[in-house]
Every structure is written in structure tokens, then in C-alpha cells.
Nanobody, 123 residues
Framework: QLQASGGGLAQAGGSLRLSCAASQRTFAMYTVGWFRQAPGKEREFVSAITWRSGKTTYADSVRSRFRISRVGAENTWYLQMNSLIPEDTAVYYC??????????????????WGQGTKVTVSS
């Protein structure tokens, strides 16, 4: 099980840190990604990180503003979101990719999903 938290209301230019906690240590072996879904839009990739090497990837829209990280001892992944803009408003999901190695960018790459946490950025 994956559980995302940390969402809330922020002003444009502000910051939020999302957390993704895994209930089972097994997830620590896999790539974890963050996705988001705005109202009326499809779920889109935000960022991902591999476990072993810590290699990261970002969507172009967030590359200079967001940072993904993981803390093994806590079995937790984080998404630090800075310089937020209203377009970042969405429900954010964390997910684990257990069926293959590397970095995935598609929803279909990930087979375990958390329940989502809502982020609202006001202008």
C-alpha cells in the first residue's frame, strides 16, 4: 500500500512537500513516481525516482521547480514543490513500478497506486 499526503492550499509562489509512505518494505525495491490529475484532464506524469541509483526524471513543466527524493529508513518518498503556480492545482498520486526496472513516464508503467492528495494553488 502507498499513501500520499501533504496536499493543501498554497498561494502562487509558495511551496508544499508531498509525502508517499509505503506500508510494506517491498516497495523500497522499486521505482516510485508522482502523477497528477487536474479536473477534467488526464492523469499526467510529474516525476519519478529509482531506488538503487536514485536516478530521477521530471516533466518539463516542473523540472526547475520540483524535487523528488526518497528516505530508505523511513520507506518514504517526497515531492518538494516550489514556486507553485495555479496550473499545479491537481490531485497528486504516488505510484510504484514493480514490473520492470528503470524510470517510467506513463500511467501504464505503474501498477501500485496511492489514494491521492489534493493540491490547490491560488493566484
Amino acid at each position: 500500500q502507498l499513501q500520499a499526503s501533504g496536499g493543501g492550499l498554497a498561494q502562487a509562489g509558495g511551496s508544499l512537500r508531498l509525502s508517499c509512505a509505503a506500508s510494506q518494505r517491498t516497495f523500497a525495491m522499486y521505482t516510485v513516481g508522482w502523477f497528477r490529475q487536474a479536473p477534467g484532464k488526464e492523469r499526467e506524469f510529474v516525476s519519478a525516482i529509482t531506488w538503487r541509483s536514485g536516478k530521477t526524471t521530471y516533466a518539463d513543466s516542473v523540472r526547475s521547480r520540483f524535487r523528488i527524493s526518497r528516505v530508505g529508513a523511513e520507506n518514504t518518498w517526497y515531492l518538494q514543490m516550489n514556486s507553485l503556480i495555479p496550473e499545479d492545482t491537481a490531485v497528486y498520486y504516488c505510484a510504484a513500478m514493480t514490473l520492470r526496472a528503470g524510470l517510467g513516464h506513463s500511467v501504464s508503467d505503474y501498477d501500485y497506486w496511492g489514494q491521492g492528495t489534493k493540491v490547490t494553488v491560488s493566484s
